[in-house]
């Protein structure tokens, strides 16, 4: 059976290519926590590894062949990379050019990047759209995109906007985090001038899947289909789970006083995936009830 390779297996988008690769491949998971520490380490060959080590990125890609290898691993916080530029570089760009410099020339590599490659004031945005990130980790992950791009192997980019969905022992995503607050009936402030398309990450694991089966290139987003703002997606994720939506009230980004800027009218045209690979653009409110039952399974 072909092997998988997967950096980042323990994170939201990780695990849920573990889920979805193992049905098909061997899959090899490479994470910083040590092994045994989540279920999809019994579904997967474990590996602990530092992925800004170029000796040990080197020594997991060089002892086996790999029908594709996936790089979900990276520097997220955005808020806190603009105290940290070099942390943010040496995972988001650094990482990835000791991946690019042991990869084969016939092995095709995923790397998962984000709408922050833009500037968030013309969304939703084509694949081949004028970047412009602003901000350290906008910065660092369009560094990546370069470095990638302009490698000459056989690549492929994905790019997600508001990642979110079920898995383990996880940073809490939007939806759960609101569905949480929810529940507990505590009131909760949500921004009203941010807009995207969500991207949630079971399908987004199936999508990835039929890239790498097609032997795919080049450039693809993925979100759902209507973009809106994040009160509208906190009201529509109220609605599914059935929880007081009386309890959100909004706020503007402005309010918030972040460190970093935010990309406002962002949002990602996904007409590529749907036409070239036949696959779906759902509905919010589909993928959510898809969620829900996931979330609840058993």
């Known amino acids: 059976m072909a092997k998988i390779l997967i950096f980042g297996a323990h994170g939201l988008l990780g695990q849920n290519l573990v889920n979805q ?3 098909n491949y ?15 380490d019994e ?18 890609i060089e002892d086996r062949e790999y029908a594709a290898i996936i790089n979900t ?6 808020d806190r990379a603009e105290d940290e530029p070099d942390k943010a570089f040496q995972l ?7 991946i690019l410099g042991v990869l084969p020339d ?5 790397h998962i990047s984000t709408d922050y490659i833009f500037d968030g004031k013309s969304g939703p945005y084509r694949e081949n759209a004028t970047t412009a990130p602003q901000g350290v980790y906008a910065q ?17 980019i994905v790019r997600p906007n508001v990642l979110y969905g079920h898995g383990e022992r996880l940073a809490s995503s939007f939806v759960a985090w609101l569905v949480g607050e929810l529940t507990a009936g505590r009131s909760v402030n949500i921004v009203d001038d941010q807009f995207n398309n969500p991207t949630y990450a079971k399908r987004l694991a199936e999508v990835i899947n039929l890239l790498v089966s097609k032997r795919a290139q080049g450039d693809w987003n993925f979100g759902s289909r209507e973009v809106v703002n994040r009160l509208t997606f906190a009201l529509k994720i109220a609605d599914v789970f059935g929880l ?7 706020i503007s980004t402005e309010s918030l006083a972040q460190r970093a800027p935010r990309p406002l009218r962002s949002g990602l045209v996904c007409d590529k995936i749907e036409a070239e690979l036949n696959y779906d653009i759902l509905p919010i409110h589909e993928e959510l009830e898809l969620l829900k039952r996931e979330m609840y399974a058993g």
């Open 21 to 23: 690769f193992s049905q």
């Open 26 to 40: 061997n899959v090899v998971g490479v994470g910083i926590e040590p092994k045994g520490q989540f279920q999809v």
């Open 43 to 60: 579904i997967m060959d474990y590996r602990q590894g530092d992925i800004t080590n170029a000796r040990q990125v080197a020594e997991i």
């Open 73 to 78: 691993a990276a520097y997220t916080n955005v």
């Open 92 to 98: 988001n760009v650094g990482a990835i050019q000791n």
């Open 106 to 110: 016939t092995t095709p590599l995923v």
């Open 140 to 156: 660092t992950k369009f560094a990546g995109e370069q470095m990638v791009t302009s490698s000459g192997k056989h690549t492929i």
């Open 244 to 250: 007081n939506a009386d309890l959100i009230h909004p």
